[in-house]
């Protein structure tokens, strides 16, 4: 794939670049055992805890959670998300944020130097879940905390954070794919409010900030969308899993004050040096781990790299 036929320009006029194929089946199916062996280990405790009857051992990587989840009472114990902060941690996530065709991309954007962020997550959208996804939103009403959000937002500007979201199985309407509104990032912040259900949604109506577009997508596509641009996760209405995985990037050397934590970020979501055009500068899927190692909460979570 000719990856110059994709701009800076072009995600910045958009608020996001769609790119077919851009992942190889290889990096893909590592994931999907990542996630594999990390459900593994959840219904195991499940079943020991007695929350479970049944584990499913034989059901796919699509069906097992869903399977497994119609079993649970209680909305904790099956999460929507996973990420580094709840144990799921390895070096496929790392050789995801370092693949060679995604760092040209995102090289395209936020130049030769560029940082990955610990803020990645895995999501398992069910069918029927009791979290539904999230309203529409931008991401930099959930960065941002420290100013009247009821309101306005001060925010920096659409290149600060690039979210990289990645199915790990094909997504379209009916399980759930994610929905943007085309251009929405001009709009810069837009006013927020939080609704019946403490989630923050815009204050005026969706179509005031363009056309909503559904992106379907097949395994190997990419999806790139900036901090500004209005998105939201569709409802999952089949018997199967809508696996997924975002990974966040910045430009290296930007300050962590476009989020509400500050410096914290690094403290809670350990960032690294994902591209550099020094090799000297870039670190080691043995570095970022031990950054992971150094957190806080690292041996009272009990995090067990898979």
Not at 11 to 31: F, H, M, R, S, W
Not at 168 to 195: M, Q, W, Y
């Amino acid at each position: 794939m000719n990856l110059s036929s994709y701009s800076r320009e072009q995600y910045l006029q958009d608020g996001y670049l769609l790119v077919p194929q851009l992942i190889n089946a290889k990096t893909i199916e590592a994931q999907r055992k990542t996630i594999e062996s990390y459900v593994d280990q959840k219904v195991q405790y499940l079943l020991e805890v007695g929350k479970i009857d049944n584990p499913h051992e034989e059901a796919s990587f699509e069906t097992r959670w869903e399977l497994v989840s119609q079993q649970l009472v209680e909305p904790k114990d099956r999460p929507s998300q996973w990420g580094g902060r709840q144990g799921l941690i390895s070096s496929s996530i790392y050789d995801l944020y370092t693949h060679d065709r995604l760092a040209q991309l995102i090289g395209l954007i936020l130049g030769p130097e560029v940082n990955g962020h610990g803020d990645y997550w895995i999501r398992c959208m069910t069918r029927g879940k009791a979290d539904k996804p999230l309203r529409w939103h931008q991401d930099s009403t959930y960065f941002l905390g420290q100013n009247n959000r009821d309101t306005t937002i001060n925010c920096y500007p659409p290149e600060t954070v690039l979210t990289v979201w990645i199915p790990l199985v094909n997504v379209d309407e009916t399980n759930g794919c994610l929905k943007l509104v085309k251009g929405s990032n001009r709009h810069g912040a837009i006013p927020f409010k939080r609704d019946n259900d403490r989630q923050w949604q815009p204050i005026r109506a969706i179509n005031d900030y363009g056309e909503v577009t559904p992106i379907p997508m097949t395994v190997g596509d990419v999806l790139i969308f900036n901090n500004l641009t209005l998105h939201t996760g569709g409802n999952n209405t089949t018997n199967t899993v809508r696996w997924s995985i975002d990974l966040r990037y910045s430009p290296a050397g930007q300050s962590f004050d476009w989020h509400q934590m500050g410096e914290e970020v690094n403290e809670r979501y350990p960032v690294f040096v994902a591209q550099s055009e020094d090799p000297a500068k870039r670190m080691s899927w043995g570095q970022w781990l031990k950054k992971w190692q150094a957190t806080a909460d690292w041996e009272k979570n009990q995090y067990k790299p898979v």
